[in-house]
């Protein structure tokens, strides 16, 4: 089944500890992003890739590094969580840039205390 | 920069009704336009993509259509039924230039079908 797949879906964690919420789809797509939703602020890009070893930023990148070594891989990382990351994450993918339909994960909620 | 406007914030309407969801963008040099359904704590799945040069696409009861000089779109959902109910959102991905490599998104209509 093509899909895209994220872990954990859920996670409570402390302020300062390292975390990664992983993200893998099985559509052999070249672009991968990472998204945030926040009541009232709707959803906001994080980061992005275009293929592999290929990042940038989206309108919210402070916080938050990816890294992108595999097609199938697009992992977030939060090198020192804070409490102003506590959202509900989603990870994207599309076969290319930019005429397809993007593919969304099934969400990550974080909470940091 | 683009900004997506969705309204209304939510609707509720009796089952069997036709509806429309109305979304709007301020930037009409977009690339394509997409529309997506959630469900509570769920992902976003997909409905329809319209790409610029179109001006509707259709999939079952859904039927989406794209005025991009004056930055509308609209999504008519026949027959509503129960299982209708969830937020739609749409998005927008620009044609060029700083941001061409992100959606952006409206919040949403939060649509109730009322058996």
């Known amino acids: 089944e093509a899909q895209v797949t994220q872990n954990p879906r859920y996670l409570i964690t402390v302020t300062g500890k390292k975390l990664t919420v992983t993200c893998s789809q099985n559509?052999?797509?070249?672009?991968m992003s990472w998204y945030r939703q926040d009541p009232g602020l709707g959803l906001r890009q994080i980061y992005y890739?275009?293929?592999?070893?290929?990042?940038d930023k989206g309108d919210v990148p402070e916080g938050y590094k990816v890294s992108r070594k595999e097609k199938r891989n697009f992992p977030l990382i939060l090198e020192s969580p804070s409490p102003n990351q506590t959202s509900l994450y989603f990870c994207a993918s599309s076969f290319s840039f930019p005429g397809d339909e993007q593919y969304f994960g099934p969400g990550t909620r974080l909470t940091v205390t | 920069k683009q900004e997506v406007t969705q309204i209304p914030a939510a609707l509720s309407v009796p089952e069997g009704e036709n509806l429309v969801l109305n979304c709007s963008f301020t930037d009409s040099a977009i690339y394509n336009l997409q529309w997506f359904r959630q469900d509570p704590g769920k992902g976003l799945t997909s409905l329809l993509l319209?790409?610029?040069?179109?001006r509707e696409q259709t999939s079952g009861r859904l039927n989406a259509s794209l005025d991009k000089s004056s930055g509308r779109s609209t999504l008519y959902i026949a027959a509503s039924q129960p299982g209708d109910s969830a937020t739609y959102l749409c998005a927008v991905r620009p044609d060029s230039g700083a941001g061409s490599y992100q959606l952006t998104f409206g919040k949403g209509t939060k649509l109730s079908v009322i058996p």
């Open positions: 559509m052999n797509h070249e672009y």
């Open positions: 890739s275009m293929n592999v070893e290929v990042t």
């Open positions: 319209i790409q610029s040069s179109q």
